[in-house]
């Protein structure tokens, strides 16, 4: 008697997860629309560049605003998966479910579509697509490796990332209803640059530092790299249009130097530029076991 083959899996995640053409290319991952609002006007991340949004921004004086995924475009996307790879499994690996409403939408859209699993990955922008991307290369690596295995993995991964960035315009963070007034304005009037970071699935802010966005990274990489044991091989950092070569030179140096194998720079798209603004900068890895 032959063996049972083991179904195909096929990776979905959000456009929020900033994951590069090549990455989705090469490993075959694919990726449902979120959604931006600008001057009245609804859009899908990655209609275009944040690059050209935050132009329209700086022209204008128009901020965006952001929203989830629906069930719709859940819908859409896994039937069109289906309709290619009728024997596949879908393994949907979701933008942080407290952050947005993309993961139940998803999870609507499932219903009475067995072949469809879905995880909240607790992570957003380059820290989701690490652990998108480092289960698609277990999948590539592994190919008997059954969609409930990709799951653990991703569950496995997901405790294990780490996130932080610091905005380039607080305004955006004010915008999106992140920040109050209050906060805004105090923290201008004396040039704090707040970090963020990913807590449990939440983005928090946690240190606040003083002076120029070139000293506030070099600060804020410091304390990621020293506050705990992470995994040397891979990190991940995260831009947005703005950010000066020097401070990603100096910031890639500096993990070079730490022992990072390989190490990636991921230019925000129009979702995470909408929170972020133009000049931001960010990091993630995955933290030993």
């Not at 090469?26 to 859009?43: C, D, K, R, Y």
């Not at 605003?65 to 949907?92: K, M, W």
């Not at 294990?160 to 999106?176: E, H, S, T």
Request: aromatic fraction near 6%; include cysteine; charged fraction near 25%.
């Amino acid at each position: 008697m032959a063996p049972t083959q083991t179904a195909p899996v096929v990776l979905l995640a959000e456009s929020g997860a900033d994951i590069p053409e090549a990455a989705r290319r090469s490993l075959g991952i694919e990726v449902v629309p979120m959604h931006v609002t600008l001057a009245g006007e609804t859009f899908d991340d990655g209609a275009v560049t944040s690059a050209q949004m935050l132009a329209t921004c700086a022209e204008t004086g128009a901020v965006p605003t952001t929203s989830g995924c629906t069930p719709h475009d859940f819908t859409v996307a896994f039937d069109r998966i289906h309709a290619e790879h009728p024997d596949a499994r879908i393994l949907h690996l979701a933008y942080s479910a407290a952050t947005t409403c993309s993961y139940d939408s998803a999870l609507t859209a499932a219903e009475g579509r067995d072949y469809v699993t879905s995880v909240d990955v607790k992570s957003v922008t380059c820290a989701q697509y690490l652990v998108v991307s480092e289960v698609a290369r277990f999948l590539r690596d592994n190919p008997d490796a059954t969609v409930d295995d990709a799951a653990d993995l991703a569950r496995d991964l997901s405790g294990r990332i780490r996130l932080g960035f610091i905005p380039g315009d607080l305004a955006f963070l004010r915008a999106g209803g992140r920040l109050s007034n209050a906060a805004y304005l105090g923290a201008h009037l004396l040039r704090i640059k707040p970090t963020v970071e990913m807590v449990d699935g939440r983005l928090v802010a946690t240190k606040k530092r003083r002076g120029s966005m070139a000293r506030a990274c070099r600060a804020f990489l410091d304390d990621f790299l020293s506050r705990e044991g992470l995994d040397r091989s891979r990190l991940a950092f995260v831009y947005s249009s703005g950010l000066s070569d020097e401070i990603r030179a100096e910031a890639e140096a500096r993990v070079r130097e730490a022992g990072f194998q390989e190490v990636e720079w991921v230019e925000t798209g129009c979702v995470i530029a909408s929170h972020s603004g133009p000049g931001s900068f960010g990091a993630a890895a995955i933290a030993e076991r």
